[in-house]
């Protein structure tokens, strides 16, 4: 292969993937003020105590839109019902 086509190559793939990047980024760039939503929710009946992992993981399975799965992994991590489902409510917002 000569060099001036393995660096249009290269040059191709990296606009490629700076393209593809910059076309995922607002979508990534959603999801953690809708996983923030759910766990300030949370936080707010912790009275201002820092959420456990697996508070992150359920608001985030809440995100997803699984809210049944997102409630029962609250209350697991002693989370009220009503603040749970108050949480995973606002998630997928």
């Known amino acids: 292969m000569r060099a001036s086509t393995r660096i249009a190559s290269v040059l191709t793939g990296l606009t490629l993937a700076v393209g593809g990047v910059a076309f ?3 979508a990534a760039g959603a999801a953690p003020a809708d996983v923030t939503a759910c766990i300030n929710q949370v936080e707010r009946e912790l009275h201002g105590g820092e959420a456990t992992d ?4 359920a608001c985030y ?3 997803t839109g699984d809210q049944q799965h997102c409630v ?3 209350t ?14 606002v998630a997928p917002e």
Do not use: D, F, I, K
């Open 24 to 26: 995922t980024a607002p």
């Open 54 to 57: 697996s508070v992150r993981m």
């Open 61 to 63: 399975v809440g995100l």
């Open 72 to 74: 029962t992994g609250l």
């Open 76 to 89: 697991a991590g002693g989370v009220t019902n009503g603040t749970a489902v108050t949480a995973c409510r």
